[in-house]
């Protein structure tokens, strides 16, 4: 390098900002740390390598020992036991010592020469009797740990042996014990011998065997000896393998039993209990089970292992046979036998009721052969879940729960805690709560796992669940304490309302009492309920209701999953309770607004809210996707009839604004004959569509002489149409309606006899009916209310058929209350139709007409009838009626309304014209005014009308027979009188008859001179009847 003329040396600096001895530091224990780790590897890779060749050593010492005690034995014993005597067995022979130490499982000549050792020692006892004796000698205390020690190691190479063999000797593992000689027989029977339970080393050799994991051995030899787990094999007598089962499992918790807690996994809950149908392959073990309190035994076993007992179980077989599904079958199973023993019930059944809930909670939701209503917003528990479930395994689950096992699980709950017969003031106990607590969280499971038809009868006829569920809830209510249930914190949040779970179970199952249960049953004998205690439900119900929907919704988003609880149950999450309880309580206020409209026991403003009733509700109401439009749709028997009248003729009048219905926009305009109403009604508007029947509509009249009468329809004409229309239509003379003896309308269940195309009339029916209520025309059409329920698209029951038929009603009921023997009554399952003289018999189930009607199955019978007038004769000609009426009335606006409530959409009040309201509602033209004299004179005449002349008067007026049903305030546009003439009229003119115009609402009223002279001309202008050529 060339001098820069700098002399002193340039300082170099790092960048790094260390030193390099601080960098050569770090280096060096980095090397040193690593280093250390490697010879540290070095050093367990050793003592593994000496571990392993110790092992291998000592594993081929031992084995080449047992080959050397293995060849002096046979030489010493014979390879056939040719020297094998009695004394061999004894605590001072060499016989047992070196076979249980040479014996090797896999090799098959050490398994035969146990079997034959077996056998030898089998026909010893039995010669002697004393097996004690045989092993131990004259005294047993003296060699009692060599004696013990050899018999627990006997006994489970012996299960050992059956267990490697069992696919071998697969059909002999479920046979008797009769055929001694077969190996698997044999090698079982000398377990039996060697655990007797009166032997004194029972508890420690069975004791042994559970350390030794027995259940597992026994589910493997069960499991091969069964053919097929699904059909059940019959053996005439008690099998060694049961015995050997039975000894074990009866042994285990008895006293004086000191045998050491066996791990969950290894258990016989988890291993045995899990097998698929065990009891009807084991059906000697299943009495044994059920008759020695075992059932209280391991069920209180599983409880405690709660909730981890699910993660134990095997799920070996297939994935149709998943472990905790086929261990709730067989505890379902056996609960019923279990649960019925006075002593064991109270203390076993919450602990049954713990585990088989949690169990339950795991299945997949069972499919139900009959479609029902679900709740919409019902979460998805099972949308993850695909396993499906065996058929037979389903079976079997929903069998169990029969009304024997609830009846039996109820009264053991409810022993000596819940009393149905007064009610405690200061709440219920702590028994109560948990009682209640308890039974409601396993029904509550069960109703949303099984189908509900399969359980809810027995449950409703065969307990008392009813009445003591009430009595609670009306005791929490009374009290103002609701309790928190305390012993299920792992079941049910402590945020959720204390009566969300007793309702959420209450509800069904007295909705469906309420179902099948007659008029007199309710009204006069108060059953199950009294009427003031129903008064008192409508209103716990209606609160609750109205904080699930309102107060505490519980929807949760779409995309948010449903979490579960503490415990990991789904469907006792609190969201699917409430979801669930919204629906149910919904479903049971609906009954009870039935039963009070059939027969008046309450008022109906005890089903409304009054916070319903602000005009911020109302305002909402009409616009989906609103919390008071979702509450109106759920639960519209909380908003007052009034508030959804409005509400619904709200909807109306936006339907009609998007549909452009005016007269100005008018496209169909048809000519009708008077005398031919429905005969060219039909020809001509049965082919709009239902966007046509949607828009206006207008009509001209054809009189008898084939003249076209004056008037332009402005909408009156129209009104008038309809009007008519439906009387002609709905008259029983023209066949498609029959009337009941209180002249109510139905559908003709003959009509296909009276007319080709009745079914079409029918859809023309249902478009006229709802497009008299799409404008707001009110027609005089009064129709049988299980007729009207077919608008809602409901089912009707026993209780709707005196509204169709009171004698065969009564004659249903006397079979219901008869005491004798009914098979002697000569009754089938058919039913005999008479339709205008024409006999025909149906069947009401297949091959009817060869099944008597008995004590057993009268109650079927009874509903079928009913089932059969009220829905199935009429199911074509109703199903054509409603799919013409929704053509223009939407389903969620007529499901705000219960039938009697429909009826007065329909018709209106059946009250007399309220004239006072008329009169205040009235505007005047041409010189009236509401004091004028004359005006005066018109009110008080029209007041002094009969009821049917002011029903002439208003169809004369605006074209119907009855007002608007919220009142002549909502009539469009307002009545008006208008003068027709000067005042100073004479003559002529005060010779004419009052004239109106419909389309307007407007009365043409002369200035009469006298009272007699206007109401003279009134009612000869109202009974002239023609038509508008009076106008």
Request: neutral net charge.
């Amino acid at each position: 390098m060339f001098f820069s003329g700098d002399a002193s040396a340039r300082k170099r600096v790092d960048l790094g900002g260390r030193s390099s001895k601080e960098r050569d530091r770090q280096m060096l224990l980095d090397q040193t740390r690593l280093e250390r780790k490697r010879r540290l590897g070095l050093r367990q890779q050793t003592s593994a390598a000496i571990k392993i060749q110790k092992c291998f050593r000592g594993r081929k010492v031992v084995e080449m020992e047992r080959s050397k005690v293995r060849e002096q034995f046979y030489l010493t014993f014979g390879n056939h036991c040719q020297w094998v005597d009695r004394h061999c067995f004894g605590s001072n022979s060499e016989f047992l010592r070196q076979l249980l130490f040479f014996f090797n499982v896999s090799n098959t000549n050490d398994v035969s020469f146990l079997t034959l050792t077996c056998n030898l020692l089998l026909q010893y006892v039995r010669e002697s009797g004393d097996i004690v004796n045989l092993f131990a000698g004259i005294d047993y205390s003296e060699n009692k740990f060599l004696v013990e020690h050899r018999v627990k190691k006997l006994a489970y190479i012996c299960l050992h042996a059956v267990y490697r063999s069992r696919n071998l000797w697969k059909n002999q593992l479920l046979m008797p014990s009769k055929h001694s000689t077969m190996p698997a027989i044999v090698l079982l029977e000398t377990v039996v011998c060697l655990i007797n339970p009166e032997l004194p080393w029972v508890c420690n050799v069975v004791g042994y065997l559970q350390q030794k994991e027995v259940f597992s051995l026994l589910r493997g030899i069960i499991l091969t000896g069964v053919k097929n787990v699904k059909t059940p094999e019959a053996h005439g007598s008690l099998s060694s393998l049961e015995h050997v089962l039975t000894l074990i499992a009866s042994h285990v918790g008895q006293h004086p039993c000191c045998c050491s807690t066996t791990d969950p996994k290894w258990s016989f809950p988890s291993q045995l209990l899990s097998i698929p149908f065990l009891w009807h392959h084991l059906t000697y073990f299943k009495d044994v089970f059920s008759a020695k309190g075992l059932g209280k035994l391991y069920i209180k076993q599983m409880a405690l292992c709660l909730p981890s007992c699910a993660s134990v179980l095997p799920n070996d077989i297939s994935p149709e046979y998943p472990g905790y599904a086929c261990l709730l079958g067989n505890l379902l199973e056996a609960a019923t036998f279990v649960l019925s023993e006075p002593k064991f019930a109270s203390d076993t059944a919450v602990d049954f009721v713990a585990v088989s809930t949690f169990l339950l909670d795991a299945l997949p939701t069972f499919k139900s052969p009959v479609t029902e209503r679900q709740v919409e917003d019902d979460v998805m528990m099972d949308e993850e879940v695909k396993e499906t479930l065996s058929i037979d395994l389903e079976r079997q689950i929903s069998v169990a729960i029969d009304s024997r096992l609830l009846q039996h699980l109820v009264n053991a709950l409810f022993r000596d805690t819940l009393h149905t017969g007064y009610t405690n003031r200061d709440g219920p106990s702590d028994e109560e709560v948990e009682a209640v607590g308890y039974i409601c969280a396993f029904l509550h499971v069960t109703f949303s796992t099984l189908p509900l038809e399969r359980v809810i009868t027995g449950l409703a006829y065969r307990t008392e669940i009813v009445p003591a569920l009430w009595n609670f809830i009306k005791e929490c209510n009374e009290s103002q304490r609701w309790p928190f249930f305390s012993k299920l914190m792992a079941h049910i949040p402590g945020d959720a309302p204390g009566w969300l779970l007793p309702l959420a179970v209450f509800c069904p199952v007295y909705k469906h009492m309420l179902t099948i249960t007659d008029n007199e049953e309710f009204y006069e004998q108060e059953k199950p309920l009294s009427l003031k205690d129903i008064r008192s439900l409508i209103i716990i119900l209606k609160q609750a209701l109205w904080q699930l929907l309102w107060t505490i919704p519980a929807h949760l988003p779409a995309t948010q999953k449903v979490l579960t609880n503490a415990s990991g149950l789904t469907k006792l999450s609190v969201e699917n309770i409430k979801s669930r309880a919204r629906q149910l309580i919904s479903d049971l206020l609906t009954k009870l607004q039935d039963w009070n409209n059939r027969r008046s026991f309450t008022s109906p403003s005890d089903f409304h809210i009054q916070e319903a009733t602000s005009e911020n509700f109302v305002s909402q109401a009409i616009l989906v996707n609103t919390r008071a439009n979702e509450l109106l749709k759920l639960a519209p028997f909380l908003v007052p009839f009034t508030i959804r009248v409005r509400i619904f003729t709200s909807q109306l009048a936006a339907s009609r604004q998007r549909s452009g219905s005016h007269p100005a926009l008018t496209r169909h305009r048809f000519k009708i004959r008077r005398d031919r109403i429905l005969e060219d009604a039909f020809n001509q508007l049965s082919v709009l569509s239902e966007e046509d029947l949607r828009g206006s509509i207008r009509v001209s009249f054809v009189n008898e002489l084939g003249v076209e009468e004056a008037g332009i329809d402005g909408g009156g004409i129209f009104k008038d149409f309809m009007e008519n229309i439906t009387q002609a239509a709905f008259d029983i003379q023209y066949g498609l309606f029959k009337e009941t003896t209180d002249h109510l309308l139905y559908p003709n269940p003959g009509s296909g006899l009276v007319h080709e195309q009745h079914l079409q009339y029918f859809h023309f029916l249902g478009s006229l009916l709802g497009k008299a209520m799409y404008e707001g025309i009110l027609v005089d059409i009064p129709f049988t209310t299980f007729f009207l329920s077919k608008l809602k698209q409901k089912h009707n029951y026993l209780n709707d058929l005196p509204s169709l038929d009171p004698e065969l009603y009564r004659h249903l009921l006397f079979l219901k209350r008869y005491q004798g023997d009914i098979s002697e009554l000569e009754l089938y399952f058919v039913i005999i139709n008479n339709e205008y003289g024409e006999q025909t018999e149906e069947e009401l189930v297949p091959g009817g007409k060869d099944i008597r009607v008995t004590n057993d199955n009268v109650i079927p019978f009874i509903h079928l009838v009913a089932n059969h007038r009220l829905n199935y004769q009429i199911r074509h000609q109703s199903l054509h009626f409603l799919r013409g009426f929704q053509q223009l009335i939407q389903k969620e606006w007529i499901d705000m309304f219960n039938e009697h409530e429909i009826q007065l959409l329909i018709s209106g009040s059946l009250e007399s014209m309220d004239v006072d309201d008329l009169r205040s509602n009235t505007n005047y033209a041409g010189g009236y005014h509401a004091d004028h004299h004359i005006i005066e004179m018109f009110w008080e005449i029209v007041k002094s009308f009969s009821v049917e002349h002011q029903k002439k008067f208003l169809k004369f007026v605006t074209g119907c027979s009855r007002g608007p049903l919220l009142g002549f305030k909502y009539l469009e546009p307002k009545f008006c009188i208008q003068r027709a003439g000067s005042l100073d009229s004479t003559g002529e003119d005060l010779d004419r008859l009052p004239t109106s115009a419909t389309c307007m609402n407007l009365l043409k009223l002369p200035p009469y001179r006298s009272n007699e002279q206007m109401r003279t001309k009134l009612i000869y202008a109202l009974n002239a009847e023609a038509g508008f050529d009076l106008s």
